[in-house]
């Protein structure tokens, strides 16, 4: 620990040390608004051209800034708005430059803004917050998964996890991304069975995000969100204002490849917009054998009607495949392997071509379309309004048949099964599964399907806001959904055979002797339907020194199975089964005085159980007393801000009451039931700024986040879904698991002279726990027994980027980053084993160095 804590300060000590400030002669000040609303820009910059002075604007828009010389030229900038620079005399000791406008660069951001519930000022609402804008998404992400770009957040742990394109996970506060509620452009993506988000969906995020915010804890949206940690609002680049575009080729490790295009008409005199953008990833990958290859389009036509009435359609998408590690090994096994952390025992070469074995293959197409109506009614109010539709096509492979270990990995050992067919390499052997199937006279013992998980989502998303009076704001609005996700396995390749008889694997319209071809069903065959319709509102009440709000929520979920043919004696079809979850939340700030401010916030909450947990069975019979989730959270904090320094402080405090959980067992799955968890801790983000050339980021937090109590669980027979037995789990007082509860940041930015920036970020993590295994927690002895704690680890990224004028009308920008410098060989994420110690334990490692470049033109 000491070694990471010296790390840690003189990294601090060395940036600090090259700081120079300046001394004053002039003061200047004025207020910055929008041209359209004359709302105020709460964060807005203003730098002096040429020199190191600058400062941001206060909550009401207002700036204070000393100068040196009598003639300066002042850059206005806001994310979303058209920069703007103007001349200054400053011939007197202070100056008032009054109402400076400023109009935005894209179309309909604002708007986005609103119903996405962006906070603009941490100093106004009372919620923890943290932003990711434009600029550090384009210097930081190379060749980084866009939860990374979070990693320096407080009480946010990110992995690439198994290692494959976009199969990175993200935990806040503990919780996973079904606890999250995670936004694009203020439209839910969570999945609607699950709760879950899974990145590779949306590989493409950081190609078209001009903005992320993080909401910690209870967030400021007023739906009904599964936000028992935080909140994640993407708001995507809507169409530009101004006419040009871009094109850029990147290069990095284990032979990445990027290309991407951007076109905008800008807004036309005829109202009319349009932005086209479309990107290309291709790589081998870091780990052996995950290769792949993932495109993004998104497109924007925005038409603005009057000064009253906008429209915006917009289309985003990103398709992909990629190969996948199906499964997480020993540390013995990675040490005993030429392969170190690389280590991938799920792939093979057939007919020359790489393919990945059961669980080891990932395709998916999410797109998602959506039209926005912006109405501003009058002065004070104004109406919101999404139609969205995402029609989802993909899956992941499977193996089966009665010789399916052929090509299949132990997932409770993390080795190959002993009739596992491996080349003398240790790779998967397709030549003589090809053989073994051709030559059988019973058809093919082990064949590829495809999990397919279809879905059509429709939703609309409509919110009012009224400003009633100067201090009070009221909001409200309504969250309609409807669901149909499709599940079924399909037979993708009979390697080698003719034919296969699905045994007990066949549907009930299927005999066991059924011979079956590429294409036909086997497995499971189902439907789930969702309909949801929730209202939600919010009040808001703020003066010059204090601010609150109140909201609440009331959803319908209702729920119904289709079974398509696997348990068609229990019937087709089941009844809608209804649920009514609800919550509310309230928070008050209070500033002391323009540097300090304290706030506080609570909630309490009820989720209703998951779409699993109402049919575990897989078949149309309900499980009637699934639990609703219970959900109470408060948190305190406190704020000082000045020209310079921005300091954040809070705790929190939250407690989950009969949380439901499926967990994968070996080739197995458990639905756990009635869990409790407390998580609690403290926070601390600062961000220094003495000069407008370089700034000093710096993030702790600390947490404890444990199990309750002992669960009870239903072991299910992944292939036919059977009741394997129900089981007792000894979990109380155990961490939970693979979210670092410890975790520490400091990052600097210096832009050495004009158009050359470099990056440093230094991210701790300690304080992890290897997830538990409910099927090695079935012992008394196990009782009181905590999981494996990981060791703790450091890594430091660099960056570099450097904008310059190409030639006339064209400017380029060069970026360069190295991720891991010093190669840190460290344990990113864990499964507990028999003995909780790391001998038994499964693991993925983190990745090694790894490097990106690109090259961008602009016109």
Not at 634 to 643: A, R, V
Not at 649 to 664: A, E, I, P, Q
Not at 689 to 711: C, H, I, Q, R
């Given at each position: 620990m000491k070694n990471y804590l010296k790390h840690f300060l003189l990294f601090a000590v060395l940036a600090i040390c090259s700081i120079a400030t300046a001394v004053a002669q002039a003061t200047l000040k004025g207020k910055i608004v929008d041209a359209d609303s004359n709302e105020p820009l709460i964060g807005a910059t203003i730098a002096v051209k040429g020199a190191s002075e600058g400062t941001v604007t206060d909550i009401d828009g207002n700036f204070t800034l000393k100068v040196k010389s009598d003639k300066v030229t002042l850059v206005f900038s806001y994310v979303g708005y058209n920069e703007l620079s103007q001349q200054v005399k400053a011939s007197g000791k202070s100056v008032d430059l009054g109402v400076i406008t400023m109009t935005p660069d894209a179309i309909g951001l604002e708007e986005v803004s609103v119903i996405a519930s962006i906070i603009k000022s941490d100093r106004q609402t009372p919620i923890p917050i943290s932003n990711v804008k434009l600029a550090a998404i384009e210097e930081k992400v190379g060749n980084l998964e866009f939860p990374e770009l979070l990693k320096s957040t407080p009480s946010i742990y990110v992995t690439r996890n198994s290692g494959g394109y976009g199969d990175s996970r993200i935990n806040m506060r503990g919780f996973d991304s079904s606890n999250l509620g995670v936004l694009i452009n203020g439209v839910p993506i969570n999945g609607m069975e699950d709760g879950r988000v899974y990145w590779s969906n949306w590989s493409g995020l950081s190609d078209v995000s001009q903005f992320i915010q993080v909401q910690r804890g209870l967030g400021a949206s007023a739906l009904g969100l599964s936000s028992v940690g935080g909140t994640m609002n993407m708001v995507t680049k809507s169409t530009e204002a101004k006419k040009g575009g871009s094109a850029y080729i990147g290069v990095g490790n284990d032979g990445f490849r990027k290309y991407a295009v951007s076109v905008s008409t800008g807004l036309m005199d005829n109202g009319w917009s349009v932005t086209m953008m479309g990107a290309l990833n291709t790589g081998d990958g870091y780990v052996k054998g995950t290769n792949y290859e993932g495109w993004t389009y998104f497109g924007n036509i925005s038409k603005v009607i009057n000064a009253h009435h906008k429209l915006s359609l917009t289309a985003f998408g990103a398709p992909q495949w990629h190969n996948q590690r199906s499964t997480m090994h020993s540390i013995e096994e990675y040490k005993?392997?030429?392969?170190?952390?690389?280590?991938?025992?799920?792939?093979?070469?057939?007919?020359?071509?790489?393919?990945?074995?059961?669980?080891?293959?990932?395709?998916?197409?999410?797109?998602?379309?959506?039209?926005?109506?912006?109405?501003?009614?009058?002065?004070?109010?104004?109406?919101?309004?999404?139609?969205?539709?995402?029609?989802?096509?993909?899956?992941?492979?499977?193996?089966?048949?009665?010789?399916?270990?052929?090509?299949?990995?132990?997932?409770?050992?993390?080795?190959?099964?002993?009739?596992?067919?491996?080349?003398?390499?240790?790779?998967?052997?397709?030549?003589?599964?090809?053989?073994?199937?051709?030559?059988?006279?019973?058809?093919?013992?082990?064949?590829?399907?495809?999990?397919?998980?279809?879905?059509?989502?429709?939703?609309?998303?409509s919110s009012y806001k009224?400003?009633?009076?100067?201090?009070?704001?009221?909001?409200?609005?309504?969250?309609?959904?409807?669901?149909?996700?499709?599940?079924?396995?399909?037979?993708?390749?009979?390697?080698?055979?003719?034919?296969?008889?699905?045994?007990?694997?066949?549907?009930?319209?299927q005999s066991?002797?059924?011979?079956?071809?590429?294409?036909?069903?086997v497995q499971y065959s189902s439907i789930g339907e969702i309909v949801w319709a929730g209202l939600f509102a919010q009040a808001e009440y703020n003066t010059d020194k204090w601010s609150s709000f109140l909201s609440a929520s009331v959803t319908n979920e209702s729920y119904r199975y289709h079974d398509k043919g696997k348990y068609l004696k229990y019937g087709e079809k089941s009844s809608f089964y209804h649920f009514q979850p609800w919550s509310v939340k309230a928070g008050y700030n209070y500033k002391f005085n323009d540097n300090h401010n304290a706030f506080f916030n609570a909630g309490y909450f009820t989720r209703a159980p998951y779409f699993n947990s109402v049919f575990p069975d897989h078949n149309v019979i309900a499980n009637q007393n699934a639990p609703y989730e219970k959900i109470?959270?408060?948190?305190?904090?406190?704020?000082?801000?000045?020209?310079?320094?921005?300091?954040?402080?809070?705790?929190?405090?939250?407690?989950?009451?009969?949380?439901?959980?499926?967990?994968?067992?070996?080739?197995?799955?458990?639905?756990?039931?009635?869990?409790?968890?407390?998580?609690?801790?403290?926070?601390?983000?600062?961000?220094?700024?003495?000069?407008?050339?370089?700034?000093?980021?710096?993030?702790?937090?600390?947490?404890?986040?444990?199990?309750?109590?002992?669960?009870?669980?239903?072991?299910?027979?992944?292939?036919?879904?059977?009741?394997?037995g129900n089981y007792d789990a000894y979990l109380k007082d155990v961490h939970v698991g693979n979210s670092a509860q410890m975790t520490a940041a400091l990052s600097a930015s210096w832009e050495v002279f004009k158009g050359l920036k470099l990056n440093a970020d230094y991210n701790f993590a300690g304080k992890n726990y290897a997830d538990f295994d409910p099927s090695y927690r079935t012992n008394k002895s196990d009782a009181g027994v905590d999981s494996w704690k990981m060791p703790n680890f450091y890594t430091i990224d660099l960056g570099l980027s450097y904008r310059f004028d190409l030639c006339k009308g064209l400017k380029a920008v060069i970026y360069s980053n190295v991720y891991n410098l010093t190669n840190t060989c460290y344990v990113a994420d864990a499964k507990d084993g028999t003995s909780h110690n790391w001998d038994t334990a499964l693991v993925y490692y983190g990745f090694g160095r790894t490097w990106s470049t690109g090259f961008k033109v602009m016109f």
């Open positions: 005993n392997s030429s392969d170190g952390g690389r280590l991938n025992y799920s792939y093979g070469y057939m007919n020359g071509e790489l393919t990945g074995g059961a669980y080891g293959y990932n395709f998916y197409h999410k797109p998602q379309v959506s039209l926005n109506h912006y109405w501003t009614i009058d002065e004070k109010s104004s109406l919101t309004t999404s139609l969205y539709a995402s029609m989802a096509t993909g899956g992941g492979r499977r193996v089966r048949g009665a010789k399916s270990n052929w090509l299949s990995i132990d997932n409770k050992t993390g080795r190959p099964y002993e009739d596992t067919k491996l080349t003398d390499g240790g790779l998967l052997d397709y030549d003589a599964v090809l053989a073994e199937n051709a030559a059988n006279p019973n058809g093919s013992q082990a064949i590829f399907t495809n999990a397919i998980n279809d879905h059509d989502w429709y939703g609309l998303l009224n400003r009633l009076t100067e201090n009070f704001t009221l909001t409200g609005g309504f969250d309609g959904r409807y669901y149909k996700g499709y599940h079924k396995e399909v037979i993708d390749d009979l390697l080698g055979g003719e034919y296969y008889m699905p045994g007990k694997d066949h549907l009930d319209f066991a002797d059924a011979l079956l071809k590429e294409g036909d069903v109470m959270t408060f948190e305190l904090g406190y704020g000082f801000s000045n020209e310079y320094l921005n300091v954040a402080l809070n705790g929190y405090y939250t407690k989950w009451m009969d949380k439901s959980v499926r967990k994968r067992v070996g080739e197995n799955n458990a639905n756990i039931t009635g869990l409790d968890a407390v998580h609690m801790g403290v926070e601390l983000e600062a961000t220094y700024k003495p000069v407008n050339t370089f700034e000093l980021k710096g993030m702790f937090s600390y947490g404890d986040w444990t199990w309750a109590d002992d669960v009870h669980f239903a072991l299910y027979d992944d292939a036919t879904d059977k009741l394997l």
